[in-house]
């Protein structure tokens, strides 16, 4: 969906972002957790996810993920995308955020938040963007400013990084640079 066709007041929210923020289980990932025989944690990330963030930084927004759970998977995926505000064993996220716009000096209306479940909710609230996925929960789908299409963990992130890029006037020359043009 280009930025002609969003809604204006949805477009305008999204024009003002400068930090997005992801949930990790449920957005980043489908939400399943799955162990190896040895105990070890196994997550998958969809690629299309990992370009968008990787996408949203070279384009001057900042991303930060904050996560209840504490994942040694996770630290690595981040890495390896260069997002380093990453926050785990965050049971109060709404605290984390608070913090993060502390330090990054930010309003939360230049924020964006992607949630799929009940403790997103406060997050969600304080936003100038709070996404849902398309399979969060109904609480979530119901406070959220815009739905993704797709399910978390199967390209719901990249959906609200290309929105973003999209509403801020930045996929015409990004198309271009990757076209070689």
Not at 62 to 84: K, Y
Not at 99 to 119: F, N
Request: one cysteine or more; proline letters at 2%; aromatic letters at 4%.
């Amino acid at each position: 969906m280009s930025s002609s066709q969003l809604p204006d007041d949805l477009r305008k929210r999204a024009a003002r972002i400068k930090l997005a923020i992801f949930d990790v289980d449920g957005v980043l990932t489908d939400g399943r957790l799955l162990y190896a025989e040895d105990g070890h944690e196994i997550k998958a990330f969809h690629v299309h996810d990992g370009l968008g963030l990787k996408r949203l930084r070279a384009n001057g927004i900042e991303v930060a993920v904050i996560t209840a759970r504490i994942s040694h998977v996770v630290a690595q995926r981040m890495a390896e995308l260069g997002i380093a505000h990453l926050y785990q064993g965050q049971e109060d996220k709404l605290s984390c955020f608070r913090k993060l716009l502390h330090a990054l000096q930010l309003d939360a209306d230049q924020c964006a938040y992607t949630g799929d479940d009940l403790p997103d909710l406060a997050v969600m609230n304080a936003v100038g963007l709070s996404v849902a996925v398309a399979n969060a929960h109904p609480a979530v789908r119901e406070c959220a400013h815009w739905r993704t299409r797709l399910a978390g963990g199967s390209g719901a992130a990249r959906e609200v990084c290309d929105l973003l890029l999209d509403a801020q006037g930045r996929t015409d020359a990004e198309l271009a640079r990757y076209q070689g043009a």
